[in-house]
């Protein structure tokens, strides 16, 4: 008997999937364990394995289709076995589409072009948007997202787009991301200038055929959301959406090997500090995966013999920055808020005003955590920071103390069995906290590496949004900046934040003598709906016994 398989949700904010490809045609037999299809979520391309065997007799929609969640995906079973009652079941979308799988692209033209006609009002508020293979709508590209500001386009209207080839970069309220389109065609719309916003779920772009009713489909979504409506007339703009930049270029290059040619694999803030010194990305080679260029490319690069193109740019650059205000005169610069600023704001303001903090701290004698650390880096592939001592002592201290590992959920408290530790990295535009999940069963050298690893990333914009999700502890660490104390917010929906200052000298009490010791403050923030002071104070008794004795982390 045929079975059907529905979209499954493979992520946790997921509502609908694309058809990034089909590994399988109609007709094919597949094997339990095949690869079946990979399929585009809000945050990642995943790939999709069948658990069953059969014949694919069905597919909901082709490659490069959208499908919600527990939409008709596809139907197994015999060679000639009728699943037309399947289809009009389970499938009112795929009922339409699979039958006309070589079709698709024009139908949606078909329908669009009568809603010029007789009555376009009730054409357009009935058109479904969502299921139109050249409409692209605002990807949800992390968990807080709510809305994205287009830092740049990198294709412009009546430019023709493959697959897999980027749209724009979109900064989110954790980084600057890029988009990559997902099929073939002409970008004939843009819904929003750089620097814009767009709404999550609001028309980002439109990709199809010259040709298209381009005015139909933006009245539709003007009728069906209003949010779009300001952004109806930026058909007639997108030519301002090319930047002045590489017009100084031409000049040096008789000068200079071209090194990469064709699409140029670049990080989005190794883009924007090259367009900043005036620097031509063709000319640098990348260090990253697959040749990709990062920050350090970019600080590393030295041009052959170009003064002039790097002295032109780099004045424009710097007219915003200079003051030229006069002495003795008010002046200021307005600067907008970034998208990771604003959900900084929004949920630490939250957190503040909403969770009851109280603060706890304690010094820490580091002398014999110094003398460890000296014989561990003595024999470690990866050389282990004080942060990284402090990362372990903490998971292991959770451990015992399982009531500071746990969240205020309302109605109930959460006490995690899993210790997954947030370590807040600081980046150009806010703060990030990449997740060491599972701390407590892993060695000083694996979080070491791990950590550096973040740091590195979320430097470059590199982190996706499955390295910063589920923290069930957070530590911050301000020591390298010479800070000796400090206290911090807590990162919801954890119950409490381990502020890490730095060590310095001062004078201890040793044997009833006066001698230097290296110490260093911690200080623990609280949410007194979940955590008491005696608790908090429990812990850190712990956490002090295993960084004053770091012997007690091999036990």
């Not at 006490?415 to 892993?442: C, M, Q, S, T, W």
Request: glycine content about 8%.
């Amino acid at each position: 008997m045929a079975e059907v398989i529905l979209m499954p949700r493979l992520s946790d904010t997921m509502t609908e999937g694309v058809i990034a490809a089909w590994h399988k045609r109609v007709g094919d037999t597949v094997q339990k364990g095949d690869l079946l299809a990979e399929i585009e979520t809000d945050k990642a391309t995943m790939e999709l394995e069948s658990y069953q065997d059969g014949v694919l007799l069905h597919i909901g929609t082709p490659d490069g289709g959208k499908l919600q969640v527990n939409d008709l995906l596809a139907i197994f079973g015999k060679p000639g076995e009728d699943i037309t009652e399947l289809v009009k079941i389970h499938g009112s979308a795929g009922a339409t589409l699979a039958p006309i799988p070589t079709a698709s692209p024009a139908a949606p033209v078909e329908t669009v072009t009568p809603a010029t006609a007789p009555i376009p009002t009730e054409t357009t508020a009935s058109m479904d948007i969502s299921s139109m293979d050249e409409v692209v709508l605002m990807p949800r590209l992390s968990d807080t997202m709510t809305e994205g500001v287009i830092a740049s386009w990198q294709k412009n209207v009546g430019d023709t787009v493959k697959k897999g080839e980027v749209l724009a970069d979109i900064e989110t309220d954790k980084a600057t991301m890029e988009l990559e389109s997902y099929k073939d065609g002409v970008l004939l719309y843009q819904g929003a200038q750089a620097g814009e916003k767009i709404l999550v779920n609001d028309l980002l772009c439109i990709i199809g055929k010259e040709g298209l009713d381009v005015a139909a489909i933006v009245a539709a979504v003007k009728a069906g959301n209003g949010s779009s409506a300001p952004k109806e007339e930026a058909p007639a703009a997108p030519s301002v959406v090319a930047t002045a930049a590489p017009v100084a270029a031409p000049a040096p290059v008789v000068e200079q090997a071209v090194v990469n040619s064709g699409r140029i694999f670049a990080s989005p803030l190794a883009k924007r500090i090259a367009a900043e010194k005036g620097i031509d990305l063709k000319y640098v080679k990348g260090s990253g995966d697959n040749g990709r260029i990062t920050k350090i490319d970019i600080d590393q690069y030295t041009p052959a013999a170009s003064p002039a193109v790097s002295s032109t740019p780099a004045s424009k650059s710097a007219a915003p920055v200079v003051s030229n205000a006069v002495a003795g005169q008010v002046s200021f610069t307005d600067v907008p808020v970034s998208q990771m600023r604003k959900v900084i704001a929004k949920r630490l303001s939250e957190s503040l005003f909403t969770a009851p903090h109280f603060y706890l701290t304690m010094q820490i004698d580091m002398d014999a955590a110094i003398a460890a650390r000296t014989k561990i880096n003595e024999v470690a592939s990866v050389k282990v920071s004080f942060n990284d001592l402090v990362v372990k002592a903490t998971a292991m201290a959770l451990k015992k103390h399982p009531k500071i590992n746990s969240s205020w959920m309302g109605d109930f408290i959460r006490y995690n069995d899993h210790i997954n530790i947030g370590v807040a990295v600081a980046v150009d535009e806010g703060l990030l906290v990449p997740v060491v999940r599972f701390a407590d069963g892993k060695s000083l050298s694996q979080i070491g590496a791990e950590v550096k690893d973040f740091a590195q990333r979320a430097k470059d914009k590199k982190l996706q949004p499955s390295d910063w999700e589920g923290s069930t502890f957070t530590i911050s660490n301000l020591g390298m900046f010479g800070i000796d104390q400090f206290t911090a917010i807590i990162n919801p929906p954890d119950a409490c934040i381990l502020a890490v200052g730095g060590i310095s000298q001062e004078p201890v009490v040793k044997n009833g003598q006066v001698v230097p010791g290296n110490i260093m403050k911690l200080t623990l923030s609280c949410d007194h709906r979940v955590v008491d002071g005696a608790t908090g104070a429990a812990f850190l008794q712990t956490l002090k016994q295993l960084l004053e004795e770091p012997v007690r982390m091999l036990v």
